[in-house]
C-alpha cells in the first residue's frame, strides 16, 4: 500500500510538468473545470519600417564586417569574398543603375626572417666572390601597394585598371594591366544578346588565364587570395597585349585567347615574333552546400617571340628577398629570389592541369605542369616539370581562420647546366581574416635546392625560416 502511494504521490508531482497547459489547471482527482470561452482572435501588430539612422547604422556595419558593397558588375571581390573565385562568372553581382567609377586598393607588408646556405665553390669576379651569399636576417621589406580603379560604362560592360604604387622591382609607380570586359551585348541584336548570355569577352593588356594557380598568388600588395606568404617555385604569371573569349555553359568553362606573347607591345622585328594562343576548358561544380568540386586544364603555345615572360613576368618579385643571392645584389635587380624561371626567352609551350576540391572547410588545390621551349641560341628544346599540392583547413564562424600546409616541386634543364636541377619545398602557415579585407598570415618555409654544379651558387642551396605578413584590401 505505501509503494502504490508513492508512486501515485510521484504522478501527481510530474503531471503539472508533462500534461497540456488546459489539463495541468486541472485538479488530479474529481470533476474537470468547466470549459473556458475561447479567447478572441488577436490581430498582428503591423511591423514598422527601420528608420533612416537605423538603416544608416546597419549598412555602416555591415560595411565592415562582411565588406563594402560591390559596385562593379561580374566582377571578383578584392577582399576576402573574393577567396576561391576563379573567373568570373555569368551573375552580374550588382544592378546597373548607370556610370559608375570605382577604386580599390591593396597593402602588403612583411616581417622576415629566414637564413639560407650553400656549398657552391668561390667565384672570384673582379675580386669579389660572386658564390657568396648576402648576410641576411631578422627584417621588415619594404611595403608593397595596388590600385585598382574600374568603370561600369553600360550594363555588363566594365573598365578595369590596375597599377602598383610600389613595388619590390619598382618603386615608382606603373601600370600593370587594362583591359574592357563584356558579359552583355553592346548591340541590340538578338542573336548577339542570346550569346552574351553565356559569353564573356575581355580586350586589353591584361594578366593572360594560363592555368588556376594565378587566381591563387599574391600580387604584388593584393596577397589577400593566396592562403600562403610565397608563390609557387615556376610562377606562371604575365600580362600580355590580346583578347579572350569565353563560354560559360552550366558548369563548363571554355576560353579561347590570342595575343602577343610578351608584355611590351611592338611592331618590330616581325620575323622574331608571332601570334600566342592560349586555351582552357573546365568543369567547376558546387555539388550541394558542402562540396565545391573544379578541374581544369590550361595549354600556353608561344612558337616565337623577341622575350617571352611566362615564368618570369611578376615584375613586382618574389616575396623572400635576397634569399640565395650574393653579396652584389639588390632588392630590385634580382627581384626573383626563391625562384626559378626555366628561361624559355623565345619559344615555349606550356601545360597546367589544376584539380580543386572544396568540401565544408576543406581544400585541396593541386598544380601539374609541363612546359618545353628554349632561347633562340640554343639548339635543342629543354623541359620543365612542376608539381604542387595545397591543403588548407578554413574555420570559425564565416571561415574567418584557416591553416595550411603547400608542398611544391620543380625541376628540369637549365641553359649551360648538365642534368637535372630543381627545388623542393614546403610551406606551413595559417591567417586570420580579422575583417574581410584585413588579413594577418604567418608561414614557415624551407626550401632546397638540387642538382646544380659546384661552380653554381645554388650548389647545396637551402633556406629556411618564418615570415608574418599583413593585407589591408577595400
Request: no cysteine.
Amino acid at each position: 500500500m505505501t509503494r502504490k502511494l508513492n508512486v501515485a504521490l510521484a504522478l501527481a508531482m510530474l503531471l503539472p510538468f508533462t500534461a497540456p497547459p488546459a489539463a495541468a489547471q486541472q485538479p488530479a482527482d474529481g470533476p474537470a473545470s468547466p470549459a473556458r470561452p475561447a479567447a478572441a482572435p488577436t490581430t498582428a501588430a503591423p511591423e514598422v519600417p527601420p528608420s533612416k539612422e537605423d538603416a544608416a547604422a546597419a549598412a555602416a556595419e555591415a560595411s565592415w564586417t562582411k565588406g563594402r558593397s560591390i559596385a562593379m558588375q561580374y566582377f571578383r571581390p578584392m577582399d576576402k569574398r573574393g577567396l576561391n573565385v576563379f573567373e568570373t562568372t555569368k551573375v552580374p553581382g550588382a544592378e546597373f543603375t548607370g556610370f559608375k567609377l570605382d577604386f580599390n586598393a591593396q597593402f602588403t607588408s612583411q616581417v622576415q626572417n629566414l637564413t639560407h646556405v650553400n656549398t657552391a665553390t668561390p667565384n672570384l669576379v673582379n675580386g669579389v666572390d660572386a658564390n657568396r651569399l648576402a648576410g641576411i636576417g631578422f627584417g621588415f621589406n619594404n611595403s608593397t601597394a595596388n590600385l585598382n580603379v574600374n568603370a561600369q560604362l553600360a550594363p555588363g560592360i566594365r573598365v578595369a585598371l590596375t597599377s602598383y604604387l610600389s613595388s619590390r622591382h619598382h618603386n615608382e609607380t606603373w601600370v600593370k594591366d587594362g583591359f574592357i570586359q563584356m558579359d552583355q551585348s553592346p548591340i541590340n541584336v538578338v542573336p548577339l544578346k542570346m550569346l552574351f548570355e553565356i559569353a564573356t569577352v575581355r580586350v586589353g593588356h591584361m594578366e593572360i588565364n594560363y592555368g588556376d594557380a594565378h587566381f591563387r598568388r599574391s600580387d604584388n600588395g593584393n596577397a589577400v587570395f593566396n592562403p600562403f606568404v610565397g608563390n609557387y617555385i615556376m610562377d606562371a604569371f604575365t600580362t600580355e597585349i590580346g583578347g579572350e573569349v569565353y563560354l560559360k555553359a552550366s558548369n563548363v568553362i571554355a576560353m579561347g585567347a590570342l595575343t602577343g606573347g610578351e608584355i611590351r607591345g611592338t611592331v618590330l622585328s616581325p620575323g622574331q615574333r608571332g601570334p600566342t594562343l592560349i586555351g582552357k576548358l573546365g568543369y567547376d561544380s558546387q555539388v550541394n552546400t558542402d562540396l565545391r568540386v573544379r578541374l581544369t586544364g590550361s595549354v600556353y603555345r608561344s612558337p616565337k617571340s623577341m622575350s617571352n615572360t611566362l615564368y618570369g613576368g611578376d615584375r613586382a618579385g618574389s616575396r623572400y628577398y635576397y634569399v640565395l643571392e650574393n653579396t652584389v645584389a639588390t632588392e630590385s635587380a634580382q627581384k626573383d629570389s626563391g625562384l626559378i624561371n626555366p628561361g624559355f626567352k623565345n619559344k615555349v609551350t606550356a601545360m597546367q592541369m589544376n584539380p580543386f576540391v572544396k568540401f565544408r572547410g576543406l581544400e585541396l588545390f593541386g598544380v601539374i605542369e609541363r612546359a618545353k621551349g628554349k632561347a633562340s641560341t640554343e639548339s635543342f628544346d629543354r623541359t620543365w616539370s612542376q608539381y604542387a599540392l595545397d591543403t588548407v583547413y578554413r574555420f570559425l564562424p564565416d571561415e574567418k581562420a584557416f591553416v595550411g600546409v603547400r608542398y611544391n616541386k620543380a625541376h628540369g634543364e637549365l641553359a649551360g647546366i648538365t642534368g637535372d636541377v630543381g627545388a623542393n619545398r614546403w610551406q606551413v602557415g595559417g591567417g586570420w581574416f580579422i575583417l574581410p579585407g584585413l588579413l594577418a598570415k604567418a608561414e614557415y618555409v624551407d626550401q632546397q635546392y638540387f642538382g646544380y654544379p659546384a661552380s653554381n651558387i645554388k650548389n647545396g642551396g637551402h633556406f629556411k625560416g618564418v615570415m608574418l605578413e599583413g593585407v589591408v584590401a577595400f
